[in-house]
């Protein structure tokens, strides 16, 4: 089975300027965009709010959680989907230490993979058949005798 090449992804984890409206958004409401990141992904839209959830009640209750799971789960399994270089380990680092400009760099890589076809709209087009119109000619050789007798 032929296996296609991996491609990287379609901006850098710091591009944030690349696509503003996506910066804002996660700087100023992290969370919403994760959402939203996780249901055009096709994942349940509330599904990054455990990540949050979870690590709160776990560090209420004494014990360290730095992996928040559903950004390292989502990250992997945009990789995967879209054939991007990388490996567990790099999504690992990201979600952990850079876990809100990962979820803007997929959410860029969403837009850029969800991007319509470009529909050119073309304008009807009249043809003119430049042959000549046929003709048969007949010459009289070929025409039957007829006798006339009066």
Same mark, same amino acid.
């Given at each position: ?5 991996? +491609? ?14 996506? $910066? ?7 969370? $919403? ?12 839209? $509330? ?9 709160? /009640? ?40 850079? +876990? ?6 997929? *959410?860029?890589?969403?837009? *850029? ?7 050119? *709209? ?13 003709? /048969?000619? +007949?010459?009289?050789? *070929?025409?039957?005798? +007829?006798?006339?007798?009066?």
């Amino acid at each position: 089975m032929a296996q296609n090449a991996l +491609v990287e992804w379609n901006t850098g984890l710091c591009d944030c300027f690349e696509d503003a409206a996506t $910066c804002c958004y996660g700087f100023w409401c992290g969370p $919403c965009l994760a959402c939203s990141v996780s249901s055009k992904f096709g994942e349940l839209y $509330c599904l990054p709010l455990c990540d949050y959830f979870c690590q709160s /009640m776990l560090i209420a209750c004494g014990i360290p959680c730095f992996v928040p799971p559903v950004a390292f789960s989502t990250r992997s399994s945009m990789r995967n989907r879209y054939g991007i270089k990388g490996s567990l380990c790099k999504d690992l680092v990201v979600s952990c230490w850079c +876990v809100w400009c990962s979820w803007c760099q997929m *959410h860029r890589e969403l837009k *850029h993979q969800k991007k319509a076809p470009e529909v050119i *709209h073309m304008q009807p087009q009249t043809f003119v058949n430049m042959q000549p119109i046929s003709v /048969m000619m +007949v010459s009289e050789t *070929h025409l039957p005798a +007829v006798m006339v007798t009066s």
